[in-house]
Every structure is written in C-alpha cells, then in structure tokens.
C-alpha cells in the first residue's frame, strides 16, 4: 500500500467505540488486531526509509567531518511529516482494508 497518498490522521482523533469493534465485535480483539497492523507499517516504512537514508551514506573513518545533505534532510523530514503507523492501521481497518482470521473458528 502507498503510504504517501492516506488521508490518515496526522494528529489525536477521537473514533467511534462501535465503528472499531464492528468487524470483531469485539472492541480488544479489534485493538490487537490494529496494532499488529500498524507494526507491520512501522516496519515497512522503517524499512523504506533506510533504504532511501543508504543512498546518501558516506563512509569516512573521520568522525570530525559531518556532511549536511539537504537531500537526506528533505527525506527525513518527509517521513516524519507522514501519519504515525496507528494512524494507518486505524484508517485500513475502518475502510476494511485489513484482512484477519481466527484459526480457532476455521
């Protein structure tokens, strides 16, 4: 999923108890349930962002010289403008984007 283009919250909202726990029934199974998924976010995006960090990485054995990199500056700040992963995760599952199972009733 593009994290990029969400329309997740990007500070605190208050959501409707019943719109949570609606798809359970619920409302604890509903929380563990997100939160796995926004670990899974925290992680891919986690990730994506090291990756991009890797590109600018210079190895010097001085650790006197710090390069500023605009570059790398403009990607983190980029990230950190980003929804939290919570934010997402509660998005997803509000919008029944989050596939789950219970193996006890399969």
Excluded: C, G
């Excluded at 108890?17 to 604890?28: F, L, S």
């Excluded at 054995?61 to 934010?87: C, G, H, M, W």
């Amino acid at each position: 999923m593009d994290y990029k283009e969400t329309k997740a919250a990007t500070s605190t909202v208050t959501y409707n108890k019943n719109e949570i726990e609606a798809q359970t029934e619920n409302i604890y199974e509903a929380i563990s349930i997100i939160a796995k998924r926004a670990t899974q976010i925290n992680n891919d995006l986690k990730t994506e962002l090291v990756d991009k960090l890797d590109e600018f990485a210079t190895y010097n054995d001085s650790l006197e010289e710090v390069f500023e990199n605009k570059e790398q500056i403009e990607v983190s700040k980029f990230y950190e403008r980003l929804p939290k992963p919570t934010a997402l995760a509660v998005e997803e599952w509000l919008n029944n984007k989050v596939y789950h199972r219970t193996p006890e009733t399969e």
